[in-house]
């Protein structure tokens, strides 16, 4: 209903911007199917890579490598497994959701969650470029850490 909502609420905004001035409404149509077509192959990717894994991994063994009972040793793996990949939010949300509903446990997906938004092992030669090792060393790490008490706080917060 509420996604049904926000496409009309778009068209009749679409509509009314046209009646106001139709050359900046063609123009922003222009950019933002630009900006489709920039992202599109990244979420195609991602989304054949969501398919793949959830296909390839029964719900039994996602809530067994990252239930609720898997416990620290879950926590770590989706920490790790969070902090090589990097996938835009826009992706990472639907697939916690989709982990979730698989078996995953709330404190997992925190922690996996907040180490792809805050920790970035892929990037790392980039940020020692600009801001060297040590502070790319220290942000980072601090970064880690401070995904688990997210994932903590999550944790007591849900129970």
Do not use: C, H
């Amino acid at each position: 209903m509420f996604t049904n909502t926000l496409y009309v609420l778009t068209i009749v905004l679409l509509l009314y911007s046209f009646y106001r001035d139709k050359k900046k409404t063609n123009m922003a149509l222009k950019k933002a199917w630009k900006s489709f077509e920039n992202i599109l192959p990244q979420f195609l990717a991602i989304l054949l890579i969501i398919g793949i894994t959830l296909a390839v991994l029964s719900p039994e063994t996602i809530s067994k490598l990252i239930g609720q009972k898997s416990g620290w040793m879950g926590m770590i793996i989706a920490s790790i497994i969070g902090s090589i990949t990097l996938i835009p939010g826009f992706v990472a949300f639907p697939l916690a959701a989709a982990l979730l509903k698989s078996g995953a446990g709330f404190m997992q997906i925190a922690v996996f969650i907040s180490t792809l938004m805050m920790v970035g092992i892929v990037t790392v030669p980039v940020e020692v470029k600009y801001f060297g090792k040590k502070v790319t060393a220290l942000r980072n790490g601090l970064a880690f850490v401070f995904s688990f008490a997210v994932a903590m706080i999550i944790g007591v917060v849900l129970k």
